[in-house]
């Protein structure tokens, strides 16, 4: 690998451990640092297809994957739907920002699936995703002991007393345990899998960590996909885990704000709000069921048909989320999009599959088995809230799918070092 190769990787490092950890808020001449970064890997990027024999080749014989596999198209036909629905979008420059953005998912996919796709890269790009994860935590302790960083917002009084919901440095704590589901899985994988004694503590260390920051978010998504993923588990990898879920399970009712937070999920009066957005979004889809009302534009619409239908009004609530990231998805981009979105969804639980199932990588098996069954939670999670459009949360979700890609090494050449 060349200068230039070696420079972008290292800021491909960069961006991994730094998204989460710098603020959008700091900015470089006007620009946030973090997307300065990823500005920069592009720059980057481009020099060495114009330097390199190597990189140049990788791209051609990328260019050529990129357009024939089924993954890919889908990603394909999704960014075109985006970029197309500018056209017509009430809010055309909300419309281009979340499409520019999904761009840049699929600009780090394209470079890791078939720039940066021998074993040792990938390993230090994931090995960076579990750093950061150990930082975030430590963060997420402090703060609940502290205050830290904290909103108000989230130290609230319920019946059962005053609860800190932790956010570590994500915007609200249901972004940071959905970022916590997208790890926690892998890790508990690589404690059981890993033989080499030191490491295995760490592991065991790392994911009772992250757990404990999980029940500290008291997100009632989080800690549920923590119960379903375990489950997951359970049918992927050993029945006996049915105990460990089990005991899990009784341990954290013992804890009442805990089990108060997780019974409110069945609660129809604390959901009224989420229920009154999924309805608005019906009347969306209805209205628009082929091409929808425009990318990022479900915001956009709400106050003029909760104007229209007065029984969708929740209090003076206005331009809100709809909270449904599939909802949100058709009502948005219609049934091309969401039809897309699931083509994508279907192939990626395939490859990963594909890739635990038949690699002898004594790191792929543990790390990739995780990640199955925190993608199936992760997505579960969707169906609640927007969590696919949280760049925070969804890069990394980007980024998974694209080690999974590269680690395949599937109809392209692997990057030569």
């Known amino acids: 690998m060349n200068f230039y190769g070696k420079i972008s990787f290292l800021l491909i490092c960069a961006y991994i451990m730094l998204l989460p950890l710098i603020p959008q808020e700091v900015v470089f001449k006007g620009v946030a640092v973090t997307d300065f970064i990823l500005a920069l890997i592009v720059f980057l990027y481009v020099i060495n297809l114009l330097v390199s024999k190597i990189s140049i080749e990788n791209f051609k014989d990328g260019i050529i994957d990129f357009f024939t596999d089924k993954l890919s198209i889908f990603i394909t036909l999704l ?23 999904f761009i840049t998912y699929v600009f780090l996919y394209f470079v890791i699936k078939y720039e940066f796709n021998s074993k040792k890269q990938i390993k230090t790009l994931l090995k960076c995703y579990i ?6 935590c430590c963060i997420g302790i402090l703060q609940y002991f502290t205050g830290f960083a904290l909103n108000e917002t989230f130290r ?8 800190t919901r932790i956010t570590s440095t994500f915007a609200n704590p249901n972004a940071f345990g959905a970022y916590l589901i997208l790890i926690i899985f892998p890790l508990i994988m690589l404690s059981i899998y890993e033989k ?18 999980m029940v500290m978010t008291f997100s009632r998504n989080a800690i549920l996909g923590l119960g379903i993923g375990l489950l997951v588990l359970t049918l992927i990898y050993s029945i006996k885990w049915i105990f460990a879920l089990g005991g899990l ?15 409110g999920t069945f609660d129809l009066h604390q959901n009224e709000l989420r229920i009154k957005l999924w309805k608005t979004a019906l009347y969306m889809i209805k209205d628009h069921p082929i091409l929808g009302v425009g990318n990022g ?28 990231s599939y909802l949100k998805l058709e009502s948005e981009l219609g049934i091309l999009g969401i039809a897309s979105f699931i083509g994508i969804i279907i192939t990626v639980l395939f490859r990963i599959k594909k890739l635990y199932s038949t690699t002898k990588d004594k790191f792929y098996i543990p790390f990739y088995t995780g990640i199955m ?19 925070k949360v969804t890069t990394y979700f980007w980024f998974i799918i694209a080690t999974t890609e590269a680690a395949l090494g599937k109809s392209y050449k692997s990057a030569k070092q």
């Open 79 to 101: 960014l075109g739907i985006m970029l197309l629905s500018t056209i017509y979008a009430k809010n055309k420059g909300l419309a281009l920002s979340e499409s520019a953005r």
């Open 131 to 136: 750093s950061v994860s150990f930082i975030l």
């Open 156 to 163: 609230r009084a319920y019946t059962s007393g005053v609860i």
């Open 196 to 213: 080499n004694k030191t490491k295995k503590i760490m592991y065991i260390l790392l994911s009772m960590l992250v757990i404990i920051n």
């Open 249 to 263: 399970a009784i341990l954290l009712s013992f804890i009442p704000s805990v089990s108060q937070r997780i019974l």
């Open 297 to 324: 534009n479900f915001v956009t619409r709400y106050n003029e048909y909760i104007t229209k239908y007065s029984e969708l009004k929740y209090y003076g609530y206005r331009n809100y989320p709809n909270h449904n």
């Open 373 to 391: 069954a925190s993608m199936i939670v992760f997505l579960l999670m969707n169906l609640s809230d927007n969590l696919l459009f949280l760049p």
